[in-house]
């Protein structure tokens, strides 16, 4: 909790959600009989860092999943300092993509987004903001990056970035939500600690820390990845991914 990467309680979740799902054999986690002392510390420090709560649905999303978080999730929900029903907001991109649109390109993800601040505004184009993409280069390095757009003047016609919105840059949250096979959205796939996207040798799917995506087919899971997620559409159509950000400690209307 006291490493400069942790910074709010969505990426210390995430950590221990993925430290969970890596070492979890079958469907039995390694921290069973811990979990009632993880808890109260993870409580005690959002008391004493000033942290925000964690969104309710960020982790009632994942409370049935089956690769061994144990009753964490649960214990988690039952206590009223680490979740909320109303201090944070959900905000979807405003487009859907492949994989490879995704990570393969260099563009913008989009989100419409305005603070109750911003009570008159008359500039074209919807109030909102930009996750600016680098492009991965497939191999398993640095090259793929994701950053907030801050500078107004690099903003397209449809879209503009406030200057009280800078807020967001130590107040967002980034996930995924995903449509597989059977057009389900499983909602908030974290990502946090999954370094960067990259392709297999075969080029058949990206991979992005547990996430295995198959652009088409009946995808199986690769060599040595068991216990891990794959998601993949028919054989003439291929799984969709939306970036979503849960935005803490600021107000939209």
Same mark, same amino acid.
């Given at each position: 909790?006291?490493?400069?990467?942790?910074?709010?309680?969505?990426?210390?979740?995430?950590?221990?959600?993925?430290?969970?799902?890596?070492?979890? *054999?079958?469907?039995?986690?390694?921290? +069973? !009989?811990? @979990?009632?002392?993880?808890?109260?510390?993870?409580?005690?420090? $959002?008391? =004493?860092?000033?942290?925000?709560?964690?969104?309710?649905?960020?982790?009632?999303?994942?409370?049935?999943?089956?690769?061994?978080?144990?009753?964490?999730?649960?214990?988690?929900?039952?206590?009223?300092?680490?979740?909320?029903?109303?201090?944070?907001?959900?905000?979807?991109?405003?487009?859907?993509?492949?994989?490879?649109?995704?990570?393969?390109?260099?563009?913008? *993800?989009?989100?419409?987004?305005?603070? +109750? !601040?911003? @009570?008159?505004?008359?500039?074209?184009?919807?109030?909102?903001? $930009?996750? =600016?993409?680098?492009?991965?280069?497939?191999?398993?390095?640095?090259?793929?990056?994701?950053?907030?757009?801050?500078?107004?003047?690099?903003?397209?016609?449809?879209?503009?970035?406030?200057?009280?919105?800078?807020?967001?840059?130590?107040?967002?949250?980034?996930?995924?939500?995903?449509?597989?096979?059977?057009?389900?959205?499983?909602?908030?796939?974290?990502?946090?600690?999954?370094?960067?996207?990259?392709? +297999?040798?075969?080029?058949?799917?990206?991979?992005?820390?547990?996430?295995?995506?198959?652009?088409?087919?009946?995808?199986?899971?690769?060599?040595?990845?068991?216990?891990?997620?794959?998601?993949?559409?028919?054989?003439?159509?291929?799984?969709?991914?939306?970036?979503?950000?849960?935005?803490?400690?600021?107000?939209?209307?």
């Amino acid at each position: 909790m006291e490493s400069p990467l942790v910074r709010n309680c969505y990426v210390f979740y995430d950590a221990v959600y993925s430290w969970l799902f890596d070492k979890a *054999i079958d469907s039995q986690t390694p921290i +069973d !009989s811990k @979990t009632g002392n993880f808890i109260e510390i993870f409580s005690n420090h $959002i008391s =004493r860092s000033g942290w925000k709560p964690l969104a309710r649905e960020y982790i009632k999303h994942k409370k049935n999943e089956y690769f061994g978080l144990g009753d964490l999730n649960k214990k988690i929900l039952r206590n009223p300092k680490l979740v909320t029903d109303s201090e944070y907001y959900r905000i979807r991109s405003t487009t859907e993509y492949n994989p490879d649109e995704l990570f393969a390109r260099n563009h913008d *993800i989009k989100f419409k987004f305005r603070q +109750d !601040s911003i @009570t008159n505004c008359n500039k074209q184009g919807d109030c909102g903001f $930009i996750l =600016r993409v680098t492009a991965a280069s497939g191999e398993q390095d640095d090259s793929f990056n994701i950053q907030l757009v801050i500078d107004p003047n690099l903003y397209p016609p449809d879209i503009h970035f406030h200057r009280e919105s800078l807020l967001l840059a130590d107040n967002v949250h980034f996930a995924l939500d995903i449509t597989d096979d059977e057009n389900t959205t499983v909602n908030t796939r974290p990502v946090t600690w999954y370094s960067k996207p990259y392709r +297999d040798g075969t080029n058949k799917y990206w991979c992005w820390g547990a996430e295995f995506f198959y652009m088409k087919g009946n995808g199986r899971q690769p060599p040595g990845s068991r216990y891990k997620t794959v998601w993949y559409r028919g054989s003439n159509s291929t799984v969709r991914i939306r970036p979503v950000v849960y935005c803490f400690g600021i107000h939209s209307e």
